[in-house]
């Protein structure tokens, strides 16, 4: 009998709370409320006509059951004496409890922000906003924590929820130095230099924010031949240089063969040099390494542009896909297909100097010449979550010239297609995880391919000749970083690197094929302590990298140290010291290789006739800064051992020479700065003594190919609102060169040189010009037009000079100019 009682009750009750729950006409819960509360309701008949809502719980107070129908009809309800006035509207509120995901402590003072409006949260972590769209994106910001990008339509609008953030890593890469040279360009305490294209002003000579043009205006950085292929970092030859692109190492760092970067811009947020004082975590680059960062922000909007300059055309998009996840597609293409440009023709003239395409034989010429470029690039950025971030990159280049050779055999015309393609792949995969708020793990893995290859049909001779070289290279990275307190981090990793690469020759008439590939893989273990004062006076980053190369049975230890000291308020001091070392260099084994345009080969050590790369290096720096000024000043001392004669490009008596030394550079950089409210003006100096040391040769002391003992830069940028322009003087010594005995040139068929670089090249001196102006098209679009002009006073600059004996036993003088003048216009549209 009690069974049944307590069915018929259970029963009851259940069918009551299904009736409570059934959703009525609004109307009626009105006319309850006023029938259990001393309040009238004051409404349009239309603004609740139709509506239909649940009864709000049975004790709840008249505040409370108000409460309830906001939040189920997205009405707005205003209470004013004994009258509520209910009207319709597109506002919303939104409410929740901010909380330390780690400590589940209220977060106070937060700062709530929708389009419209913004709230703060209470000691408690509750805040309360006003949302005037579902569709709008929230941002919660608190100093010390990541700032939390989320849509309304995640948050739990049913009851106010607890959201967490999670606690910001103290980072302890500081700004030493802002706008060291020009505006978006800074010095860190760590000595490295970072560029934000962001913040981006205007450098002399650049309309386009090109990444190694960029840096190839800082102090001890140069160019032998004008080219970003062929960046020299104190002294050093470019392969001596560690490119980046998000973690990836590229082989391949320029269009126009060598000309113009390959890296976009739209697509990198900032980039990083490193002369000395590397971090351990970097393996390769003994000279110096170049990284390439790309964004970490997920946007909530749509962004793009498009842009076009006398060269090429490119397009940028950044996607939404969702409030946690976006993808970034950029694209670039050169304009040859549809029109020649005065800068196309300019920069075509500067590759083809010393060719077959423009000193094919007498009997023999070129036509249906045919050259493009293109690149494309894909990120997808992913926010797993608070504590998780994903990351992809995928970045395909390539370079491609095709032409006809022409000749007249027998009284018939014939004519063979020769072609050279330079391209390059690379793929990344980044994964982070933030496991408290004192450690994190990153892990890297990228593939990374290039590929130079060209096919020469010799008409007179009947013969087709095939070139190939091939790079192909995995890496993982693993790092884990712990922050000990507020002042001292720990990073410790392990990198594994395998490198492989191919080279190939094959000829058909006479027959002959050489394949040879090789691969070699190295482990990495690292350990690395950062300090920085409590009051940020003192940076100490030290450490030490140990590596393994099982084939050839070396292990290598690098210890790296970085030290800032802030004397006072004007004057900071640095010491930097590193050892280095790497396994792939590049040779060029004949002048002739890949038509003379690209001559360039990777090749990997092998512990015999090709040693490993080491190098040691240490630098003293003393920097004051105060009222607009900035001087700093910079001496260092480089050794480099283990590079070969095939790979610093001797064009003398030592062309075919094959043996390994060293080469040692003492140099100074300086740099003189003065910054006034719209004008900046400096003056950067570097004096650089750089020898080579081979013992197997004759003449086994001399300057070395990339020695330029002096070298000056004066540049002058003035800014007014959008309106920007910049003008700039490069001067150098000349480069290092042999000269034949005057009155002895040629003795038994072969050349009498004086004295290895004994002789120098006529000075360098080129004057550049750019302005850009940036204006509103409408509310969201925004434009960007700019013009400059390339050694404006078209200066004769001689690059390079050699010798060699022509068909008629005598000697023939071969030199390679400069760019002349050469402009370029650029348009760019933003929204």
């Known amino acids: 009998m009690n069974k049944l009682i307590f069915v018929i009750v259970f029963l009851s009750l259940s069918l009551n709370a299904q009736v409570q729950q059934k959703k009525v006409p609004f109307v009626e819960v009105l006319e309850y409320l006023e029938s259990k509360h001393p309040y009238q309701f004051n409404y349009l008949f239309q603004t609740i006509d139709e509506v239909l809502v649940f009864y709000p719980p049975e004790k709840s107070s008249f505040e409370d059951a108000i409460a309830f129908l906001e939040k189920h009809t997205e009405l707005n309800f205003s209470i004013l004496?004994?009258?509520?006035?209910?009207?319709?509207?597109d506002t919303f509120f939104l409410c929740g409890y901010l909380k330390d995901i780690e400590t589940k402590s209220p977060i106070a003072f937060a700062t709530i922000q929708s389009k419209n409006a913004s709230a703060s949260s209470d000691k408690n972590g509750y805040f309360k906003l006003e949302i005037k769209k579902k569709k709008e994106t929230i941002i919660i910001r608190h100093l010390g924590y990541k700032r939390l990008k989320r849509a309304f339509r995640f948050f739990n609008t049913e009851t106010c929820g607890t959201i967490y953030l999670v606690p910001e890593v103290v980072k302890l890469q500081q700004v030493v130095l802002s706008n060291y040279l020009a505006e978006g360009i800074n010095k860190l305490y760590n000595s490295s230099f970072q560029i934000n294209f962001s913040e981006f002003g205007i450098l002399p000579g650049l309309i386009e924010t090109d990444i190694l043009q960029t840096v190839r205006a800082l102090?001890?950085?140069?160019?032998?031949?004008?080219?970003?292929?062929?960046?020299?970092?104190?002294?050093?030859?470019?392969?001596?240089?560690?490119?980046?692109?998000?973690?990836?190492?590229?082989?391949?760092?320029?269009?126009?063969?060598?000309?113009?970067?390959?890296?976009?811009?739209?697509?990198?947020?900032?980039?990083?040099?490193?002369?000395?004082?590397?971090?351990v975590h970097h393996s390769d680059g003994v000279s110096g390494t170049i990284e390439m960062h790309s964004s970490e922000d997920i946007n909530d909007d749509f962004k793009g542009s498009i842009g076009v300059n006398f060269l090429n055309l490119d397009v940028f998009a950044d996607i939404p896909i969702s409030t946690n996840s976006s993808l970034q597609i950029s694209a670039r293409k050169g304009l040859s297909d549809f029109f020649k440009t005065p800068t196309y023709n300019s920069y075509f003239d500067r590759i083809q100097q010393d060719s077959e395409l423009e000193m094919n034989t007498e009997d023999v010429n070129n036509s249906n010449i045919e050259f493009d470029f293109y690149d494309t690039g894909l990120r997808w950025l992913y926010q797993i979550d608070e504590k998780n971030q994903f990351r992809l990159n995928l970045l395909t280049v390539s370079n491609e010239l095709i032409f006809d050779e022409n000749a007249t055999l027998n009284g018939i015309d014939e004519s063979r297609r020769s072609s050279l393609v330079q391209n390059s792949f690379g793929a990344g995969l980044f994964y982070k995880r933030i496991w408290t708020t004192k450690f994190e793990t990153a892990l890297?893995?990228?593939e990374t391919d290039y590929k130079l290859k060209a096919i020469n049909a010799n008409i007179i001779l009947n013969q087709r000749a095939l070139q190939e070289n091939k790079v192909s290279e995995t890496g993982v990275k693993l790092n884990t970083t712990y922050k000990v307190n507020e002042q001292f981090s720990l990073l410790n990793g392990y990198q594994f690197i395998e490198t492989q690469v191919t080279n190939f020759d094959d000829v058909d008439n006479p027959v002959f094929s050489l394949y040879v590939v090789e691969v070699l893989r190295t482990h990495g273990l690292y350990s690395q302590i950062k300090f920085l004062s409590e009051h940020k006076k003192s940076s100490i980053t030290a450490g030490i990298r140990a590596n393994y190369i099982p084939k050839l049975n070396k292990y290598i230890f690098e210890p790296r140290l970085s030290f800032n000291q802030k004397i006072n308020p004007y004057f900071n001091l640095e010491i930097l010291g590193e050892f280095k070392h790497q396994i792939t260099s590049q040779i060029i084994n004949f002048q002739n290789d890949f038509f003379g345009i690209e001559k360039h080969r990777w090749q990997l050590s092998n512990n015999t006739n090709i040693p490993v790369i080491q190098s040691k290096q240490v630098s003293l720096g003393l920097q004051y800064n105060r009222n607009g000024w900035l001087i700093n000043g910079e001496g260092y001392f480089k050794k480099v051992a283990g590079i070969t004669t095939q790979s610093q490009g001797f064009q003398n008596q030592y062309v075919l020479a094959r043996t390994d030394g060293d080469y040692k550079a003492f140099g100074f950089d300086f740099l003189a700065r003065k910054q006034f409210d719209s004008f900046n003006i400096w003056l950067s100096y570097t004096y650089m003594d750089n020898?080579?040391?081979?013992?197997m040769l004759q003449n086994n002391n001399f300057h070395t190919n990339f020695d330029f003992t002096n070298a000056l830069t004066l540049g002058t940028t003035y800014s007014l609102n959008d309106f920007k322009i910049s003008t700039g003087l490069n001067w150098h010594s000349g480069k290092p060169t042999t000269r034949p005995i005057s009155g002895n040139e040629i003795s038994g068929g072969t050349i009498n040189y004086e004295s290895a670089n004994s002789s120098r090249l006529k000075d360098y001196t080129r004057i550049d010009i750019s302005s850009t102006y940036q204006f509103d098209v409408s509310k969201n679009t925004k434009a960007n037009i700019g013009a400059s002009i390339w050694n404006l006073l078209n200066q004769k600059n001689n690059l390079n000079t050699y010798y060699r004996i022509d068909n008629n036993d005598g000697l023939e003088q071969v030199s390679q100019a400069s760019l002349g003048i050469t402009p370029n216009v650029s348009f760019r549209i933003s929204f």
């Open 219 to 279: 102090p001890g950085i140069h160019s032998v031949d004008e080219t970003v292929s062929n960046i020299n970092i104190r002294g050093g030859s470019n392969d001596e240089n560690l490119l980046l692109w998000d973690g990836i190492k590229m082989y391949q760092s320029g269009h126009f063969f060598g000309l113009i970067s390959i890296f976009n811009p739209k697509m990198t947020d900032k980039a990083i040099l490193t002369k000395n004082g590397t971090s």
């Open 81 to 89: 004496n004994d009258f509520v006035s209910i009207t319709n509207t």
């Open 691 to 695: 020898y080579y040391n081979f013992e």
């Open 444 to 446: 890297q893995i990228y």
